[in-house]
């Protein structure tokens, strides 16, 4: 059966600019992290990524070691976006990014300008694109000259294979050099990707969030449900589907201690008197920060992601409910 788009897409989603960028992403954007690899079901990846895209999420995100394996989730994504959604290609920003282990040597991770160039080479391959929307260094490189990695980033906006720069898991000193080197070169620096949520709160702490602030940088923030944590998913048990137990390389069965359980119990409350879930209080609280571009989610099936996009309805807070919170989890 052949997909065709909602042609209410756009109607209850916001966008908002990356910084003073002219690229505008959605309030929600949709990653491929998890349940995109060759263990993970196809029909329920292209069933994602319509529901996605149906509600106005035009912005899908990726990395070269998505999977497992690596690279696999690339693959998969590549083969929906060019089977069912080729008609779309021009409503979809797609981003991918290099930085972790890809292939053996000296040359398969970290920022040289010989490892950033291959890998986009082999993303684009994997995913059938001519070009990405944005692309990212995954992570700062701390034997590589920052300029070299920045004139790289650059020089691959100039070769036409990424429209945009984005940086991920800099901190704000670093970005704020980066900007510079990639304002020198006129090369298109519009956005962070950094770790942020009720849960974690390190770019409060380590300069990105006020540097993207007065950088004029866009801000999208990565696992705001603290991969699961931030929803109901574990109130009454480990259930087999959960990413625990199905996959259990990054969030494991010890991160949900009894002391974590209860913060989720009380904010589970906090959410309820709010009128809204739990996952939507914690996209809310992230999104509701001076700025945030985008809350960046992952999810197992589609109807997460529909109970994800409500947040939208409600995501301001009051001054009270903000010190309820910090009360639970400071
Ligand atoms: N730049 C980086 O270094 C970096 C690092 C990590 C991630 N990322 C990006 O950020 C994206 C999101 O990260 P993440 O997957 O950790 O985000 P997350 O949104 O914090 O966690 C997503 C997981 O939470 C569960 N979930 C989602 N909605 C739910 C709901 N309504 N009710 C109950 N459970 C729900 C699902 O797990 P279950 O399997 O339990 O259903 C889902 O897979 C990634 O895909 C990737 O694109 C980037």
Redesign the pocket.
Known sequence: MTYTASESRYESIEYKKCGESGLKLPAVS??????FGDNADFENMRKMCFTAFDNGITHF???NN?GPSAGSAELNFGKILNGDMKNYRDEMIVST?AGYYMWPGPYGEWGSRKYLTASLDQSLKRMGLDYVDIF?H??PDPNTPLYETMWALADIVRSGKALYIGL??YDGERMREAARILNELHCPFVIN???Y?IFDRTVEKNGILDAAISEKKGMII???????L????YLMGI?E????K??GR??KEQNLTEEVLKKITKLDKIAKNRGQ?L??MA?AWVYDHEGITS???????P???L??LKMIENHTFTDEELREIDSVVL
């Open positions: 949709f990653g491929l992290w998890h349940n995100d990726l990395a998505y990014k990212y995954h992570r991920s898991n990707q950094n770790r949520s990565f696992s705001p449900l603290a991969q699961g931030l929803t109901s998913r259930p589907d959960s990413r625990i199905t996959d990054y969030l879930t996952a939507q996209l809350v960046l989610i992952g999810a197992s099936k109807e997460q992601i109970e994800n």
